[in-house]
């Protein structure tokens, strides 16, 4: 078996969706130990605001590249995305949207509601329960990769290969492992019942699904309705932010904030800063599933996983078994967010096994075929002049033989 590490163009921009979102980790890390600030109502209009914020800027930053360059004729390009100037949109009918602007207002709405009620699933809702482990439901992010995949194929019509069909199942299996080890070593007792657990596993897939559901919309107003990422991003933390005004009408979300008069200075540096990288967070979000794919994207949100669950078994005493470390608890699970990193990046194709196939219909292996064929075209070509020169030069002496 070989295996072989390859670096696609524009990697930057999913790591460094990968690195906003871990500072932003960090942050998290820093508020709950030290004001005891945890899956708060309050993150949510905060982080469409980071939305609006990161929209307006880079939309507006782009518009400046591109009025400084309106002499130039060659294409124009901002982090890697083609800039498309109205009047080209008129006179090349390719880059005529799908859909009507009702219709694109509406998928945008959409988009912004899914990511709503998913935020409010995993950060708010499911950290409450306290029925499952803590990392549990980033355990499962991988499922998120499996939806995507489905809605790629099925919604946008796209193919998927050997090598993605493959790393599904491998995802998936270990997935289902991950559930029947949570099942196994949580214990059950008059106040946790199966149903309990399972309600909170329903709650994890549906927050999985409308992760997936959300980048599938977007790819779709990127790729056919031709939107730009920092509009729609913008107006996704408008419609996001104004459906967080519904959140006012819990007596949870004035709670949350009373509980902190004493350290108002720390809550508000901590809060702005969470703005401030959930705006970093979702510009390169929005770039990355632009220039790759949704599962692409996906992948960003799991494979920090391996690093992360080092800290929710020493600062946040997860993975006890009736108050007490359980090592194979952790070990296990450990191992499997490992192979879920790892096939997802053979998915994404940032790792190419070369083993049943699985390289054959990847983007490095097509582009080595097709250098090959040019290469021997060009060799075909130099042949085929070869053989003129030789046939001139073979008349040329058969007509001085003659004249001799």
């Known amino acids: ?30 508020i709950v130990p030290i004001l005891n600030f945890f899956c708060s109502y309050i993150y949510m209009p905060l982080m469409f605001l980071g939305q609006i914020l990161g929209g307006v800027i880079f939309y507006l930053y782009e518009k400046r590249i591109m009025s400084s360059k309106k002499e130039e004729k060659e294409e124009k390009y901002f982090m890697a995305i083609k800039l498309i100037e109205n009047e080209k949109d008129q006179e090349n009918d390719y880059f005529v949207p799908l859909d009507n602007k009702i219709r694109i207002i509406f998928l945008i709405f959409l ?21 499952f482990s803590i990392s549990f439901c ?13 809605f790629y194929v099925y919604a946008l019509k796209l193919p998927i290969y050997r090598h993605n069909q493959i790393s599904l199942a491998i995802i998936g299996l270990c997935l289902i492992v991950v559930i029947i080890l949570e099942f196994y070593f949580k214990p059950m007792d008059s ?23 959300k980048d599938s919309l977007e790819k779709y107003l990127f790729e056919y309705d031709f939107m730009d990422p920092f509009i729609v991003l913008m107006y996704e933390g408008i419609f996001g932010f104004l459906l967080s005004f519904f959140l006012f009408f819990d007596e949870n979300y004035v709670k949350d904030v009373k509980k902190y008069e004493n350290n108002k200075v720390a809550l508000a540096f901590s809060l702005i800063s969470y703005m401030i990288l959930s705006g970093g967070k979702n510009v390169f979000r929005v770039v990355t599933n632009k220039i790759y794919s949704p599962m692409t994207k996906t992948l960003s949100d799991y494979i920090l996983n391996p690093i992360y669950l080092w800290y929710y078994y ?12 359980n090592i194979w608890f952790f070990s296990i699970n450990f191992v499997i967010s490992i192979i879920i990193s790892i096939f997802g990046c053979v998915y994404n194709e940032f790792i190419i096994l070369f083993f049943c196939k699985m390289e054959h219909d990847t983007h490095y292996q097509i582009s080595r075929r097709s250098n090959a064929m040019n290469e021997l075209s060009e060799i075909s070509i130099f042949d085929d002049e070869d053989e003129e020169d030789d046939e001139t030069e073979s008349t040329l002496s058969a007509n001085s033989r003659k004249q001799i």
């Open 1 to 30: 078996m070989c295996i072989k590490f390859a670096c696609r163009r524009n990697l930057i921009y999913p790591a460094q969706y990968i690195l906003w979102g871990f500072i932003r980790e960090l942050i998290n890390m820093a």
């Open 138 to 150: 980033p355990r499962l992010y991988g499922f998120s990769t499996i939806f995507a995949a489905f």
């Open 314 to 325: 020493g600062a946040r005493d997860d993975f006890k078994i009736n108050g007490n470390f």
């Open 111 to 131: 988009s912004a509601f899914c990511n709503a009620v998913q935020f409010l699933l995993t950060h708010i809702i499911y950290p409450r329960h306290k029925l």
């Open 191 to 213: 106040l946790v019942t199966k149903i309990d657990l399972f309600k909170s596993l329903v709650i994890i897939i549906i927050s999985q699904i409308l992760i997936a559901c």
